[in-house]
């Protein structure tokens, strides 16, 4: 099995956020491989994975990385395949600046970006992207929606069983 996403990322210390997306698409039984590659430590790699990816049967990349965070933009530049740039928090500026530099791409290179730690969601676009032309994985995302909206249901009927002696519901 190949596999369709590829997510990439700047270190292997963003795992612990990156495992997100990686369970969901695991969830979603959508094969996917990880990898850590820098674009300021191993830029020909990068270029070389960017470059290679659709001929490998990727389909979508996420790409997450910190503080300067420019691993989005080269994979972006460098292949015509959809990025989905994550910007990971730990630096002194809490990931606002990894946010800003994967956000401030150049007309025609875009990268759609996540929340800053978002891999979950990065995920799900890319399940969604995947999904427009894979009517099983289409199935899959719908019943997960579906779960989504049953979660909340089932929150709001357990909130009627909490009294207060002014709540009037």
Do not use: C, W
């Not at 956020?17 to 996917?32: G, R, S, Y």
């Not at 820098?38 to 470059?51: D, I, L, Y």
């Amino acid at each position: 099995m190949n596999p369709t996403v590829s997510i990439i990322m700047g270190s292997t210390s963003d795992l612990p956020v990156m495992e997100k997306a990686a369970q969901l698409l695991d969830d979603m039984q959508v094969p996917f491989e990880m990898n850590a590659l820098s674009a300021h430590r191993t830029p020909a790699e990068v270029e070389q994975f960017a470059r290679e990816a659709a001929g490998r049967g990727i389909k979508v990349i996420i790409a997450a990385a910190g503080m300067a965070a420019a691993l989005p933009g080269v994979i972006a530049a460098n292949t015509p395949l959809p990025v989905i740039g994550v910007p990971i928090k730990g630096s002194v500026l809490d990931g606002v600046d990894a946010l800003y530099s994967i956000l401030q791409m150049p007309p025609g290179i875009p990268v759609a970006t996540v929340a800053i730690n978002g891999a979950m969601n990065a995920a799900i676009l890319a399940v969604q992207m995947l999904a427009l032309s894979d009517e099983v994985l289409a199935q899959k995302f719908a019943a997960y929606k579906e779960g989504l909206k049953n979660k909340i249901v089932k929150a709001n009927e357990a909130l009627k069983e909490v009294k207060y002696t002014y709540k009037t519901n």
